[in-house]
């Protein structure tokens, strides 16, 4: 059997243990909503059933589709470490003794399963997974987004109708913050600054650059929930540390992890070559 690759590990992950649940949720809440709006005044015992089962098949759906994807996943991908921390860090798992993964439904064999394959993870020798795509250039740079500045502007806009209308204090002093934002982002922008770069070398910062051999382990670090929401890039090593907000990128935080797999693949690759022709 062939080796399966994260991405498409991952992807098996989303339906099975996201997408699934979501559509129950939608099924079932959307349902519960139905039937309030169309007969409010019905019985509210289908609208009760409708909620709780919006909110515990999902989570029985995972419970029990987890553990099998998980023993799937975890002995097919070459790079274990790696996958483990997407999965959680897309919410398809939670971490290892987290009181969510507690509701895990497993058997004894697949605790045992399961258990042997995290020590597998944890003591193999690194192992990462080559990624090849020839499309994207030799050097790629990463920009800030348009979308903080078309905010700002929008909020100036508002302001100065709330200052029309003789909502001075509000109107002013948000206009003032939305201006400054909306400048700070204008300079960025106009200044051609940029988060970072790849290329075969390594990842260049504004104020660093750190090679690729240098670098032990890369990932995206998801904090809050729902608007909340920011995606961090963290770069690891024995002498460095990263971690970098990914808040006003242009390009969405697993799309830039699938190019930093691509071109450090390419640095590896040539790596390889390079040996074998010494």
Same mark, same amino acid.
């Given at each position: 059997?062939?080796?399966?690759?994260?991405?498409?590990?991952?992807?098996?992950?989303?339906?099975?243990?996201?997408?699934?649940?979501?559509?129950? $949720?939608?099924?079932? @809440? @959307?349902?519960? #909503?139905?039937?309030?709006?169309?007969?409010?005044? &019905?019985?509210?015992?289908?609208?009760?059933?409708? &909620? /709780?089962?919006?909110?515990?098949?999902?989570?029985?759906?995972?419970?029990?589709?987890?553990?099998?994807?998980?023993?799937?996943?975890?002995?097919?991908?070459?790079?274990?470490?790696?996958?483990?921390?997407?999965?959680?860090?897309?919410?398809?798992?939670?971490?290892? &003794?987290?009181?969510?993964?507690?509701?895990?439904?497993?058997?004894?064999?697949?605790?045992?399963?399961?258990?042997? #394959?995290?020590?597998?993870?944890?003591?193999?020798?690194?192992?990462?997974?080559?990624?090849?795509?020839?499309?994207?250039?030799?050097?790629?740079? $990463?920009?800030?987004?348009?979308?903080?500045?078309?905010?700002?502007?929008?909020? /100036? #806009?508002?302001?100065?109708?709330?200052?029309?209308?003789?909502?001075?204090?509000? @109107?002013? &002093?948000?206009?003032?913050?939305?201006?400054?934002?909306?400048?700070?982002?204008?300079?960025? $922008?106009?200044?051609?600054?940029?988060?970072?770069?790849?290329?075969?070398?390594?990842?260049?910062?504004?104020?660093?650059?750190?090679?690729?051999?240098?670098?032990?382990?890369?990932?995206?670090?998801?904090? @809050?929930?729902?608007?909340?929401?920011?995606?961090?890039?963290?770069?690891?090593?024995?002498?460095?540390?990263?971690?970098?907000? #990914?808040?006003?990128?242009?390009?969405?935080?697993?799309? $830039?992890?699938?190019?930093?797999?691509?071109?450090?693949?390419?640095?590896?690759?040539?790596?390889?070559?390079?040996?074998?022709?010494?």
């Amino acid at each position: 059997m062939r080796e399966i690759t994260i991405e498409e590990a991952i992807g098996k992950g989303r339906i099975q243990l996201f997408w699934i649940p979501m559509f129950f $949720i939608f099924l079932f @809440g @959307g349902g519960s #909503l139905a039937v309030v709006c169309y007969y409010p005044e &019905g019985n509210a015992v289908l609208p009760v059933l409708g &909620g /709780i089962s919006a909110l515990t098949i999902p989570w029985l759906w995972w419970s029990i589709k987890v553990v099998g994807w998980k023993i799937w996943a975890f002995s097919n991908v070459t790079d274990g470490k790696t996958l483990e921390k997407r999965a959680i860090s897309r919410q398809l798992i939670w971490p290892r &003794g987290s009181w969510f993964e507690l509701t895990e439904f497993k058997s004894k064999k697949e605790k045992a399963l399961l258990k042997e #394959l995290y020590k597998k993870i944890d003591n193999a020798a690194p192992k990462r997974e080559i990624v090849i795509d020839q499309s994207l250039p030799e050097e790629m740079t $990463i920009k800030y987004s348009m979308v903080n500045l078309n905010i700002s502007l929008f909020f /100036i #806009l508002v302001c100065s109708n709330l200052i029309f209308v003789e909502k001075y204090l509000i @109107g002013v &002093g948000g206009a003032a913050l939305f201006v400054y934002s909306a400048f700070n982002a204008f300079k960025k $922008i106009k200044n051609n600054e940029f988060f970072f770069k790849l290329n075969t070398k390594g990842i260049t910062l504004p104020h660093n650059f750190y090679p690729w051999q240098e670098i032990e382990e890369y990932f995206i670090e998801k904090t @809050g929930f729902g608007k909340t929401t920011t995606y961090y890039l963290v770069i690891n090593g024995s002498e460095m540390y990263e971690r970098i907000s #990914l808040e006003d990128v242009n390009l969405s935080a697993f799309t $830039i992890e699938k190019y930093l797999d691509i071109y450090r693949s390419r640095f590896d690759v040539k790596q390889s070559t390079s040996s074998k022709n010494l």
